[in-house]
Structure formats: C-alpha cells, structure tokens
C-alpha cells in the first residue's frame, strides 16, 4: 500500500479524496469575479426597486468587498466558502422576496443572474492550482493511489473545472452535492466515491479546507483528515482535522512495496 509522508509522519493508505474549491484550486481566483458580478446585479435589482441588502451587501455570502464593490477575501465558514450553488441562490433570493418579489420569480431572477455570471466564468476560466499540486498528483498516481474529489459544487462543473487545470485525467471519481442526498458534513460523498474506487473508508485520506471536510472525514471514519490551509494565520476552522499543512510541497507519497523491493536488492 502507498505510504503518504507529511512532515516526519507516515500514513499508508490506498486513496486520497480532495475538496476542490480552496483545496485543489484557488477560491477568490474562481469565484471572486462570479460572486462580485452576482452580488452587483442583484443590488442592482434592489436599487430600482427602491430597496438594499438586509444586513449589509457583505453579510449576504460572508465576503469582503473593496470600495468597487469587488470580492476580496470571504469567511473561510461562510455560505460562499461551504454553501452549494442552490443554497447560495436561495439565500440571494430571499433578498428580493424580503423586497416583495414572489419567492418564484425570485428564485427565477438569481439563477439567470448566476447563469450570467457563469458565462463569464467559462470564457475567462479562472481555475488556478497551488503550488506544487501537480507533482503531488503526479506522485500519488505513480504509486497507485486512487483519487477522487468530493465537492459542494455540481459534479458537471467540477469536472469541468477539473479539464480546465489539466488535472481530470488524475481522478477516479468526482462527487458533486448533485450526487447525493446530503451534503458536507455527511459522511454520504466519501461513502459513495470510496465505493466507486473500491477502498474503504478506513484507507482514505480526506484533504480538505473547510470544518465541513474535516466534520464530513470524521463521521465517514477515514484513516485521516488533513487541513490545508495556505495562510498559515488562518487555522482555527481546522480544529477537526488531525494534521494541517500549508503547501502541498510539504506532502510526498511512495510505493512501499516498491521501497521494500529497492531495500531487498540492497542486502
């Protein structure tokens, strides 16, 4: 079974599931520009409305906003951060039913704002992955490690995200919310995609940003849950996890079975 190294300590294990967004790719570089666009159309909306935000433009999503009104850092547990894309369009709509638009037409008028902002993302394609993620995939795949992401985002546009970075080809298996009945923290995604990789849960390692991995890899009852969390100032919302660690340069994996071969030539 392959040994995944991080720092002095050793796990083996036979699969690693990764969340994606904030974990595999950059939050604010994927969704800061579709939450900016969605936030100003809907204040946009209010404002002929003769209406504002209830609680404030960044209270809605957990974002902070420059004085454009562009997103430039979100509450690491905030909506934006661990909401699905249907949980986050009904609480922007609640905004406009509190102003006095019907809940239908409210729900209506986010999704076409969201589809909006969609577009724009597929033309810019902003998915950026971390340092040194790359070899890091590189490595598991070399040793044999199954792989899979388990995400709040809709299995469709993580995949789709996935073939943006050049990474799709790594993962044999991708959970969306769309794929199951509950969500993160519920341990159902990382139930289901063990089983379409065929390991247990025992033998998964969970890498994660959110207390919603951590909490969802503690009642799966996997073999580790690791925090990752590039500013290293930023840990608290971690709590859950058994290790954190801040670069993926930190994490190496190797075959054991092919050490232990290299160990019998040299005797």
């Not at 900016?36 to 809907?42: G, I, K, N, P, R």
């Not at 951590?214 to 690791?226: E, S």
Request: glycine share 10%; with cysteine.
């Amino acid at each position: 079974m392959p040994e995944l190294q991080i720092g002095t300590r050793a796990e083996p294990c036979g699969a690693i599931l990764f969340d994606k967004d904030g974990t595999l790719l950059h939050f604010l570089q994927m969704w800061g520009g579709w939450s900016s666009s969605v936030l100003s159309m809907l204040e946009q909306h209010l404002t002929v409305m003769g209406a504002e935000f209830i609680g404030g433009k960044e209270r809605v999503l957990g974002t902070t906003l420059d004085r454009e009104g562009h997103v430039i850092g979100y509450d690491v547990r905030g909506p934006l951060a661990m909401g699905t894309i249907d949980e986050t369009i009904g609480l922007l709509a609640w905004q406009l039913y509190a102003a006095g638009v019907p809940w239908d037409e409210a729900v209506m008028q986010v999704r076409h704002f969201s589809q909006t902002a969609m577009a724009d993302l597929r033309s810019s394609r902003p998915a950026q992955a971390f340092p040194g993620l790359s070899v890091f995939l590189e490595q598991c795949r070399a040793a044999g490690l199954k792989l899979g992401v388990v995400t709040s985002d809709s299995r469709r546009e993580a995949e789709e995200h996935l073939r943006w970075l050049g990474f799709r080809h790594y993962f044999d298996s991708v959970i969306g919310y769309d794929d199951v009945r509950e969500g993160k923290p519920s341990p159902e995604m990382v139930m289901k995609a063990c089983a379409e990789m065929g390991v247990a849960p025992a033998e998964t390692v969970v890498i994660g940003d959110s207390s919603g991995d951590m909490l969802m890899g503690k009642q799966a009852g996997v073999r580790l849950k690791l925090g990752f969390a590039p500013d290293s100032k930023l840990t608290e919302h971690l709590a859950d996890a058994d290790l954190i660690f801040h670069s993926y340069e930190h994490l190496k994996v190797r075959d054991l079975n092919e050490f232990n071969v290299m160990e019998a030539d040299k005797r």
